[in-house]
């Protein structure tokens, strides 16, 4: 109390005309101390404040440099946590803010090589028309897109490419709802929509809606985009029996993460059912000449999917999944050259050849399981690192022979019906398999080795039995990941591939391949 009545006593002096209370000497000495007294404690005051703000800033500016070092030392790859975030938040999106709200995360990311092969460059569109008797090859009389859609990442020629400019935006729309676009702009500028979905915030339950257009999570590689690929070109097995775009479609997706002590996660898809090769229907002219079913209306392509990944350590993760889907309408179009018996000129008997079209129609299941592993070391730059990664895939289609016309084959006249063959089934088994492994050799570098092949089974059962060969290739792969945001590649692959049913091309395929990422990208998944 005492400590305030002399600057009480100074602030009503102050108040006070100085005319009517004359000042002594030692009273105007006492102010003068005074003053001097309280400039140097707010003097002290003010050190101490700026003194502290140093501080922070020096503190923030360590701790930015130290995220900084951690995100560069791994460089473009997913942080070994769980596959996906806990129920009720938004991995990758974060909260709502003023500041975001209208500002979606925006990223362009650029994807060219340079390509080469020994048989005039067609070798990177075979890879993707291995032989199989349904669904794929040279001679299955399907058109699932190639130049001319402008979007089929396989159309590599001797030389310079650009594969992609891949446009994407994220963001959290409001409290409920995160939402995405991913645009894909090719080398001629033709654009595509490849994903654009939104999918809900904070279910109760575990629960998570995704709805639109999207890459299914069937399996593990399916939902990653060519940039995410640890290898420049995918893996047989997918690229045959799911296409070039693998199961990207329009529809609902509901994921289940259970409260349980091992992360588990469940998920179901109602799609449209419009694909390359899985569950792919054929256009309305080719119905009406085949005599098949009109179209159904969707959906008619169903998914289901577990990941289940126990924990196993600080620096290790695991992941095992197990992916079905079903297909309600299978629609087939099969050219085969025949044999047909002429009338003898002569003492021998002559033969014509004849084509038999066919129209197939029926169900489709594709089984999937893969299984990943991650090793995260703690030296620098991903020096140390270690990827493990296979998946198997079993396509079957059960179908029946809806038509079947002779054809002649010089003059495409039609020389009758093979009704002979209407009614009875045919079932086409294809499988497939990768098995890849990328390591961390050095600060920033990595090397990967993946063998594929398609056809450990390729069969065809049912009214016919028939059985093929496989296809399948080594590849060797060196990547330099210079930051998060660049990375350099090279690639060879030795290729074995059955074109036709009794012809092979083996060749040796080159690549050099440059990723660049402008702008703010989200991380990727597990």
């Keep these: 109390?005492?400590?305030?009545?002399?600057?009480?006593?100074?602030?009503?002096?102050?108040?006070?005309?100085?005319?009517?209370?004359?000042?002594?000497?030692?009273?105007?000495?006492?102010?003068?101390?005074?003053?001097?007294?309280?400039?140097?404690?707010?003097?002290?005051?003010?050190?101490?404040?700026?003194?502290?703000?140093?501080?922070?800033?020096?503190?923030?500016?360590?701790?930015?440099?130290?995220?900084?070092?951690?995100?560069?030392?791994?460089?473009?790859?997913?942080?070994?946590?769980?596959?996906?975030?806990?129920?009720?938040?938004?991995?990758?999106?974060?909260?709502?803010?003023?500041?975001?709200?209208?500002?979606?995360?925006?990223?362009?990311?650029?994807?060219?090589?340079?390509?080469?092969?020994?048989?005039?460059?067609?070798?990177?569109?075979?890879?993707g028309e291995a032989f199989q008797p349904s669904g794929g090859g040279h001679d299955n009389g399907h058109d699932h897109g190639g130049e001319e859609d402008g979007h089929a990442h396989g159309m590599t020629s001797n030389g310079f490419n650009f594969r992609s400019a891949e446009i994407a935006f994220s963001a959290t729309v409001d409290p409920y709802f995160d939402a995405s676009a991913y645009l894909s702009v090719d080398g001629d500028g033709n654009v595509d929509l490849e994903e654009g979905w939104f999918q809900t915030r904070g279910l109760p339950f575990g629960l998570k809606i995704k709805g639109g257009k999207f890459l299914s999570d069937f399996g593990y590689v399916n939902k990653?985009?060519?940039?995410?690929?640890?290898?420049?070109?995918?893996?047989?097995?997918?690229?045959?029996?799911?296409?070039?775009?693998?199961?990207?479609?329009?529809?609902?997706?509901?994921?289940?993460?259970?409260?349980?002590?091992?992360?588990?996660?469940?998920?179901?898809?109602?799609?449209?059912?419009?694909?390359?090769?899985?569950?792919?229907?054929?256009?309305?002219?080719?119905?009406d000449i085949l005599g098949l079913d009109d179209t159904e209306d969707g959906p008619r392509l169903w998914t289901a999917f577990a990941k289940v990944s126990p924990d196993i350590g600080e620096s290790h993760a695991l992941q095992l999944g197990l992916s079905y889907a079903h297909s309600g309408q299978q629609q087939e179009a099969s050219l085969q050259e025949i044999l047909l018996e002429q009338e003898a000129h002569g003492e021998e008997d002559e033969h014509g050849h004849a084509l038999l079209a066919s129209g197939l129609e029926g169900d489709a299941d594709l089984w999937g399981v893969d299984l990943v592993y991650k090793y995260d070391s703690d030296a620098p730059y991903g020096k140390g690192d270690l990827k493990l990664q296979t998946e198997y895939l079993r396509s079957i289609k059960d179908t029946r022979v809806r038509s079947a016309s002779l054809i002649d084959e010089e003059t495409g006249e039609v020389l009758g019906s093979a009704t002979g063959l209407i009614g009875s089934t045919r079932k086409f088994t294809t499988d497939g398999l990768y098995a890849q492994a990328i390591y961390g050799f050095a600060p920033k570098w990595t090397a990967g080795l993946r063998y594929d092949v398609l056809g450990l089974t390729n069969e065809v059962s049912g009214g016919v039995s028939a059985d093929f060969g496989s296809s399948d290739r080594w590849t060797l792969d060196l990547t330099w990941n210079l930051s998060e945001f660049s990375r350099l590649r090279a690639q060879y692959a030795r290729n074995d591939i059955l074109v036709t049913?009794?012809?092979?091309?083996?060749?040796?395929?080159?690549?050099?391949?440059?990723?660049m990422s402008l702008g703010a990208h989200g991380a990727h998944a597990f």
């Design 224 to 287: 990653q985009h060519p940039h995410q690929w640890d290898f420049v070109d995918q893996n047989l097995a997918y690229l045959n029996l799911l296409g070039d775009h693998g199961l990207q479609d329009t529809g609902l997706q509901v994921t289940w993460l259970p409260d349980l002590p091992v992360y588990t996660l469940f998920g179901f898809e109602a799609l449209q059912g419009d694909q390359e090769v899985f569950g792919t229907t054929l256009s309305e002219d080719e119905q």
């Design 1 to 127: 109390m005492r400590k305030f009545l002399p600057r009480g006593a100074f602030a009503g002096a102050l108040l006070t005309p100085m005319a009517a209370f004359p000042a002594s000497d030692a009273e105007i000495a006492e102010i003068k101390s005074m003053l001097d007294e309280m400039k140097a404690q707010y003097e002290q005051r003010i050190q101490a404040l700026e003194q502290r703000l140093a501080q922070a800033e020096r503190e923030a500016a360590a701790s930015a440099r130290q995220r900084a070092e951690a995100a560069e030392s791994k460089p473009m790859t997913a942080t070994l946590i769980h596959p996906a975030p806990s129920a009720g938040t938004a991995g990758g999106f974060g909260a709502l803010t003023s500041g975001t709200a209208f500002n979606p995360q925006i990223s362009v990311i650029l994807d060219g090589n340079y390509y080469h092969d020994g048989i005039d460059g067609e070798g990177a569109a075979l890879v």
């Design 501 to 515: 049913e009794n012809e092979r091309e083996r060749f040796d395929a080159f690549y050099l391949q440059f990723l």
